[in-house]
């Protein structure tokens, strides 16, 4: 497939700074990040769930799982699967990082180095459950070819990259 640095994505963080090579992410820091991005996903699904709850209410449906309509039931299953995706798309759209990412320093850009679009990012939301939920077999994938891409990149034609730590800017003692 090509050595390792032949395919790293090279970009920067500001205009006046030359670009600078990344490295493709990892599974473990790739899985840390998802850690965070879920206790954010548990608070909107939270939310997320008393809205569901309230419209519910608000057009006669019973609160007793057991007792709600079938239809009602896949509708907020679907609703709930559309705000998990619209969170990952819009911030791999704007910026290419959710809060986990940032907070490990990861960016989902093209194989070129540049920002991904819509069709990539919901690409990316349609496969990785199945990666995920098959035994994580998606981030088994790193592992497996040389560009170490998990299934997911490779399918939808992105990549996880590793963002270089920033500069500490020194200040100087006013005198």
């Known amino acids: 497939m090509g ?48 809205v569901a709850l309230a419209i ?13 309509p079938l239809l009602f039931s896949i509708a907020v299953q679907l609703g709930w699967a559309g705000v998990i995706a619209s969170f990952y798309c819009y911030f791999w759209v704007h910026g290419g990082q959710t809060l986990g990412m940032r907070a490990w320093r990861l960016r989902l850009v093209t194989p070129e180095g540049q920002p991904v679009r819509t069709i990539q990012a919901a690409k ?4 990785s459950p199945f990666g995920v939920l098959l035994g994580g077999i998606g981030y088994w994938w790193c592992w497996l070819n040389s560009e170490r891409k998990a299934l997911h990149d490779l ?16 200040t100087t003692p006013s005198t």
Do not use: M, W
């Open 3 to 50: 050595n390792h640095s032949d395919t790293s994505p090279s970009f920067s963080h500001s205009p006046s700074s030359s670009p600078q090579p990344v490295s493709i992410a990892g599974p473990f820091r790739r899985i840390a990040a998802l850690g965070y991005d879920l206790l954010l996903l548990g608070g909107i699904s939270l939310i997320y769930g008393a």
């Open 56 to 68: 519910g209410k608000a057009v006669g449906v019973p609160v007793e799982q057991a007792q709600q």
């Open 124 to 127: 990316r939301c349609a496969i």
């Open 155 to 170: 399918l939808s034609d992105t990549t996880v990259v590793c963002l270089p730590k920033p500069e500490k800017k020194t």
